[in-house]
């Protein structure tokens, strides 16, 4: 729980860091931090990842964009070099874009993506043909990087993502130890109403009630 508090408190320093440092990042835009605001919507308690060497430290990656270079906070990987973490959202999103940034050689070289699929692990992702979506991603070690990448989405494939589960395969040396320190999600978020379904499941748990209005009916119809 104690990463999840911290994260809350880093949302909190948005508007005050993009104010104090417009000027060092203006390649950015003023507003580009704040549009990495997914990170709050996302459910943070269940995100779960497979094959981290340290238990719920793929959690720790999901934080304020401000705190993007933190490299305290990070996921590596445990018997190999491939990692799957399953990231569920409060309610629905439209996401945009995807952020990723690695650890040097130990960077991630690829990505893929499945939505709103529950059975993602390493017994079924290899069988899974395509993924909704997938990228090369930048070389550290080659391409000098002053910011986090970005990567964009088929916005028709992913405008209504209750979950997403990404597939790093592989690191960009070779080597057996992948390692995050921060992914960032873009995009809009919108509330899921669940009183309808609430409405229609107690119609449906009432039947009966429902045979009693059709007799009564039936019954007038008869007396008249």
Not at 62 to 84: G, H, M, P, Y
Not at 105 to 119: L, Q, V
Request: hydrophobic share 30%.
């Amino acid at each position: 729980m104690s990463h999840h508090s911290h994260q809350h408190s880093g949302a909190c320093g948005h508007e005050s860091h993009d104010h104090d440092h417009d000027h060092d990042h203006d390649h950015d835009g003023p507003d580009r931090g704040a549009e990495f605001t997914l990170y709050k919507h996302i459910d943070i308690d269940n995100i779960r990842a497979f094959n981290e060497a340290e238990t719920d430290s793929a959690k720790k990656i999901f934080k304020a964009w401000d705190d993007r270079f933190d490299e305290t906070k990070f996921v590596e990987t445990d018997s190999d070099e491939q990692l799957i973490i399953f990231i569920p959202f409060t309610g629905s999103v439209k996401l945009k874009s995807i952020a990723v940034r690695g650890y040097g050689e130990h960077s991630p070289s690829s990505m893929k993506a499945y939505i709103n699929r529950e059975d993602v692990d390493f017994s079924t992702v290899e069988s899974i043909n395509p993924a909704d979506q997938e990228w090369e991603l930048i070389d550290p070690t080659v391409n000098s990087l002053n910011e986090v990448p970005e990567y964009p989405t088929r916005l028709t494939k992913f405008g209504n993502v209750r979950n997403l589960t990404l597939f790093f395969p592989g690191n960009v040396s070779g080597d057996d130890v992948t390692k995050l320190v921060y992914i960032g999600l873009k995009g809009e978020f919108t509330v899921i109403n669940k009183d309808p379904i609430i409405t229609i499941y107690e119609l449906a748990a009432n039947p009966t009630d429902h045979k009693k209005i059709g007799a009564a009916n039936e019954n007038a119809h008869a007396i008249q």
